[in-house]
């Protein structure tokens, strides 16, 4: 099993309420909408030209224009936009975890929306084949579903779950858990053995009333 490396990871709504989500995996690339912008302009990236045509289009839908919501708009542009095939992108649907990685090719639109290919397709299951089941997953992670924007960027720790996740890692709690239950273990074996033998027909006696 070769292991799943993650350089960034980031979260995507795969359209409003998941829109976009079924064709997505269905045509093996990740779909957003900023319809506003053609993918020549999406490419080519001029920042000052695309705020602009973010704020006029705001305005046009009568929402909020203010500085912050359009730097936060233009931030998730970016992300799709430049994300490279080192990041994973990880999105829920039908109550299971999905994540792919980007082709290092250009945006680009069809009738649907813009979107970007796909370099490892959607899948819903770890590196062995284990499905992704969302209410089964760490809570750093499945929270992540309740962000209301379209993108947003994963902490170190959520990247990080999400690396051992894939490839089937414990975590480092659950190692020192199963470390402490491992001594206890042999603690306990060890005390047994200096029990006098009355003792020991106790101790019996009373697990087994109380296991009834």
């Given amino acids: 099993m070769s292991t799943i490396t993650v350089k960034n990871a980031y979260f995507v709504t795969l359209g409003r309420s998941g829109s976009l989500a079924k064709s997505s995996f269905r045509d093996g690339i990740i779909r957003f909408d900023w319809s506003m912008l053609s993918p020549d302009e999406i ?10 045509k973010i704020r006029l289009a705001r305005q046009a839908a009568r929402l909020s224009d203010s500085k912050g919501v359009i730097s936060n708009d233009l931030g998730a542009l970016r ?9 994973i992108w990880i999105t829920f649907e039908d109550s299971y975890l999905w994540w792919c990685r980007v082709a290092d090719t250009p945006v680009k639109a ?8 796909l370099s490892v397709a959607w899948s819903n299951c770890d590196a062995i084949g284990d499905a992704l089941i969302a ?13 209301s924007g379209t993108i947003c960027s994963l902490g170190e720790e959520e990247t990080g779950d999400l690396q051992r996740l894939l490839n089937r890692e414990a975590t480092r ?19 047994l053995s200096l029990l006098h033998w009355k003792d020991f027909e106790l101790l019996v006696d009373l697990v087994f009333r109380n296991a009834g």
């Fill in 43 to 52: 490419n080519q990236w001029d920042e000052a030209n695309i705020r602009e």
């Fill in 110 to 117: 069809d009738q649907t929306s813009q979107y970007r290919e």
């Fill in 173 to 191: 709690e659950y190692e020192a858990i199963d470390r402490a239950r491992t001594e206890l273990e042999q603690r306990v074996t060890s005390g």
């Fill in 135 to 147: 209410n089964q997953l760490p809570g750093r992670l499945t929270k992540i579903q309740r962000f």
């Fill in 79 to 87: 992300k799709i936009a430049h994300s490279t095939s080192q990041d």
